[in-house]
């Protein structure tokens, strides 16, 4: 079994930090491309971050730009999104979704995907 299980999600207040971990089984994420999305409640899913199998090159939706940094571990089968000055707009159901190697300008797009975790609520509430 294939599976992808996100982590690290909660309660935050506004300009506080989350960091959220996706972690892989069944398989190894080194030769894949790594994506984080979120859906808020009413809306389409959309891209947050994503990341090259290398970790050599990222991307960042312009809503989390300066202000979310994806990375991995591959030795751990770990990504990490850390999330800071978060805002009650980042607020949303947050996946982890992979495929093996994409070219980087179809890693923001939902249907690039195979793989997906079953998300992780972020909530940024006083």
């Known amino acids: 079994q294939l599976q992808l299980v996100e982590s690290g999600g909660g309660l935050v207040q506004p300009g506080g930090s989350l960091r959220l971990s996706c972690v892989a089984s069944?398989?190894?994420?080194?030769?894949?491309?790594i994506g984080w999305f979120r859906q808020a409640p009413g809306k389409e899913r959309e891209g947050v971050s994503c990341?090259?199998?290398?970790?050599?090159?990222?991307k960042y939706a312009d809503s989390v730009k300066g202000r979310f940094t994806i990375s991995r571990d591959n030795a751990k089968n770990t990504v990490y999104l850390q999330m800071n000055s978060l805002k009650p707009e980042d607020t949303a159901i947050y996946y982890c979704?992979?495929?093996?190697?994409?070219?980087?300008?179809?890693?923001?797009?939902?249907?690039?995907?195979?793989?997906w975790g079953q998300g992780t609520q972020v909530t940024v509430s006083s």
């Open positions: 979704a992979a495929h093996p190697s994409l070219l980087l300008n179809a890693c923001m797009f939902s249907v690039s995907y195979y793989y």
């Open positions: 069944g398989f190894t994420l080194d030769h894949y491309t």
């Open positions: 990341i090259s199998s290398s970790g050599g090159r990222t």
